[in-house]
């Protein structure tokens, strides 16, 4: 007779040394024979996983209770892809190149004994996203609402995404704005104060798994307004007498102004004179038009960036 005592499944740690015995019945000799398995098991971690564009994620396959040698490869959707280690690196560039599910396989060496290919039951599925932020550069005017956006892309339609804003203070790091949650940031300046530098950050979940927070490049606010038009003589002036005309702007650097432009009446017209030499400090402007002598009666002159 003969037969083999064994659980099945195999499980990696059990007597992996089978041994077959005949005993013949006209007489006392035997006749034995054993054959070695080697068990093993096989994982990869982790099984999901959302990344940025430009963060690296490390895939990693693990066999256990194994005593030979181990060969591995990869693929992702089904396709073979170069890597011949336990690890696999993903460096996504764009948002759908390195999207996908991605299973290692193995196959053991034991002695001349080589076994099939095997592959984890589980995967792991990696999601891809990145974060910009429009415009670069805002040119704000006080009083008008202005608008940031952030926009969110991704490799899953059905991941669903969180945002957050922050402005760079003066020692070069970001304060939360905590109250806005949009993908859009409105803000009204009053004054210069809005000015500085702004980022987004874009989360992104699916499944049960959340990204790191990502931000996004950077977006440089210019908050600008007239503060005030003035005049040196009385509003009202006689044929014959000088006049100078100021306006006052508020900005945070002088390098926001190119130049300041003054016309007569309103600016459908040519300009009169156009200002280059402004004076800056304490966060505003000063050009100033001059008229030595006035030859007719002339209507009021506004200040136009």
């Known amino acids: 007779s003969s037969g083999i005592n064994a659980e099945w499944p195999l499980r990696p740690g059990a007597d992996s040394i089978f041994k077959c015995q005949a005993k013949f019945a006209n007489n006392e000799m035997t006749s034995e024979s054993s054959v070695t398995l080697n068990v093993f098991t096989i994982a990869q971690t982790p099984a999901k996983n959302i990344i940025a564009v430009g963060e690296t994620e490390t895939l990693t396959c693990t066999v256990s209770d194994n005593t030979g040698t181990v060969a591995y490869s990869w693929n992702k959707d089904g396709s073979p892809i170069d890597g011949a280690a336990s690890q696999l690196v993903v460096t996504p560039s764009d948002v759908n190149g390195k999207a996908g599910q991605y299973t290692c396989s193995v196959t053991v060496t034991n002695g001349e004994v080589t076994s099939k290919s095997f592959s984890p039951d589980t995967g792991s599925a990696i999601d891809v996203f990145d974060v ?13 609402e202005s608008t940031l956006t952030c926009t969110i892309t991704k490799s899953s339609d059905s991941a669903t995404v969180k945002y957050k804003w922050s402005k760079k203070n003066a020692a070069s790091t970001f304060d939360d704005i905590s109250e806005e949650t949009q993908a859009e940031y409105k803000f009204t300046p009053t004054d210069i104060s809005l000015a500085g530098t702004y980022i987004c950050e874009g989360e992104v979940s699916e499944g049960g798994v959340s990204s790191t927070y990502h ?16 005049s040196t003589a009385s509003d009202i002036i006689k044929t014959g007498d000088g006049i100078t005309l100021s306006c006052v702007l508020n900005v945070g650097s002088k390098s926001q102004v190119a ?16 200002d280059e030499a402004t004076v800056f400090a304490d966060d505003k402007l000063t050009t100033t038009y001059k008229k030595e002598k006035s030859t007719d009666c002339d209507s009021a002159l506004i200040p136009l960036l």
């Open 132 to 144: 910009a932020i429009t415009p670069e550069t805002l040119g704000a005017e006080i009083g008008k």
């Open 215 to 230: 931000s996004s490049g950077e977006s440089t606010v210019q908050v600008f307004g007239i503060d005030k038009a003035t």
């Open 259 to 274: 130049e300041v432009k003054w016309f007569k009446g309103n600016t459908d017209g040519a300009a009169i004179f156009t």
